[in-house]
């Protein structure tokens, strides 16, 4: 019997769930865009964004998506020709890199899989046989959605300065913020790409860019740029009007407010990273029992310390995450996220592979409410799986 009737919970990694009062605060005619209330609030609204990356630097607003702003800290960031290292550890590193091949930039990539993080030394060692100095940036993502691989961000940066290498530091922490301790100024991070679906609890639609003041002094002599997506008017321009490029994400940004007084002022941000860190625990705890009696069961990331708090790509054998993924949708209202780059669709083991989203909006009872499904779903299709999750799920959530 069905029993998917009722309020439905995508628990896919972005876009996340939006707060009725985000939602809300977005509903209503349009502001005026030349002075008043969206101008003195966007102002406002600037210092709380680079908080919520933990910078004193610059911000650029983008009305874009995390492709969008990839595009836009490439195009900051590169002259054609230019050299630049990726360290990629998922789906998402080798999308960043596409894009920026595309556009004229050479790209050596470090692959490090879709099982394990990065290794700062391999990306030290690549510096070191840079003797010219022509790569520009070393980019990384800081959870790869697709494997959920988390980087350690200041090994990186402590194995980039080991070398004496003049190259940025740029991050995708698009599946990160809002979710998994970041802090731009303090790890020495020049560019952080994000978007607001994720831990920022909004609809897709604005892409943001954290920029060092290296990153801007750079970004003066390269050509890739081309004027809607200079971040130089958006980041340290004085006038409202620069800041957009345009008319202004007018709704997206009352969201945004609402988004940033959640985070900021009312739960803390160091609070928000403790729940996503205690939610992504539970999960993994249900996922370690399930593993038992060799069932195939097994989380992507081996390492507990490589994994990142917002997303959980996991195996369950035989096409077993895809039947469950569909019943969980049709019987239980709850869409799970598909295996992402780990096998082609076309192939079998596609439908071997599944990702639980727990990023932004999302408390205990959700998470305990997927993975009970999940346990229900197992047992009416008769996937085989270790015992005691659930006990397990609820140890870990109220454990430290
Ligand atoms: C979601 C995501 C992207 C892509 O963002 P879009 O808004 O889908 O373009 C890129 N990188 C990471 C790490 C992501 O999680």
């Known amino acids: ?98 894009g920026l091949t595309r556009m004229g930039v050479t790209v050596d990539i470090i692959d490090f899989g879709k099982a394990a993080p990065a290794d700062p030394e391999r990306i030290a060692d690549a510096l070191r046989a840079d003797t010219d100095h022509a790569i520009r940036a070393v980019l990384v993502t800081h959870v790869d959605t697709a494997s959920s691989a988390r980087n350690d961000i200041p090994a990186i940066r402590a194995a980039i300065d080991s070398t004496g290498h003049p190259a940025l530091l740029a991050v ?84 945004l407010r609402e988004a940033l007084t959640m985070i900021l002022d009312e739960e803390g941000l160091e609070q928000v990273w403790a729940r996503h860190r205690q939610l992504a625990r539970t999960v993994w705890a249900a996922f370690d029992a399930w593993s038992g009696k060799d069932s195939g069961i097994a989380l992507n990331m081996a390492d507990p310390a490589a994994r990142g708090w917002s997303v959980t790509a996991a195996r369950i054998p035989n096409g077993g995450a895809g039947a469950l993924r569909r019943w969980l949708e049709t019987e239980a209202g709850v869409t799970l996220g598909i295996g992402l780059g780990m096998a082609l669709p076309s192939e079998p083991a596609y439908q071997d592979f599944l990702r639980v989203g727990h990023m932004g909006h999302v408390n205990a009872h959700m998470t305990l409410g997927v993975l009970a499904t999940m346990e229900a779903g197992m047992q009416a299709l008769g996937i085989a799986h270790g015992p005691g999750a659930l006990d397990a799920a609820a140890g870990a959530l109220v454990g430290d």
């Open 1 to 98: 019997m069905p029993l998917a009737t009722g309020r439905s919970y995508l628990a896919i990694p972005g876009p996340s769930v939006s707060p009725e009062r985000v939602l809300n605060a977005m509903h209503r005619t349009a502001p005026n865009i030349y002075e008043g209330e969206l101008v003195d609030m966007t102002r406002a609204l600037i210092p709380d964004l680079k908080r919520v990356a933990q910078t004193d630097q610059h911000v650029a607003i983008y009305i874009a998506n995390g492709h969008g702003a990839w595009e836009a800290a490439n195009a900051n960031m590169f002259s054609r020709g230019d050299r630049a290292l990726l360290a990629a550890t998922g789906r998402f590193g080798h999308g960043w890199a596409e």
């Open 172 to 255: 995708d922490a698009i599946a990160s913020l809002g979710c998994d301790e970041l802090r731009m100024d303090d790890w020495g991070v020049d560019v952080i790409v994000g978007a607001s679906q994720k831990g920022l609890m909004l609809p897709p639609g604005l892409g943001f860019i954290w920029f060092s003041d290296k990153a801007l002094e750079a970004s003066q002599a390269t050509d890739l740029v081309t004027p809607y997506w200079d971040w130089k008017p958006r980041g340290t321009g004085t006038e409202f009007w620069q800041y957009f490029g345009g008319t202004a994400p007018t709704h997206h940004l009352y969201g």
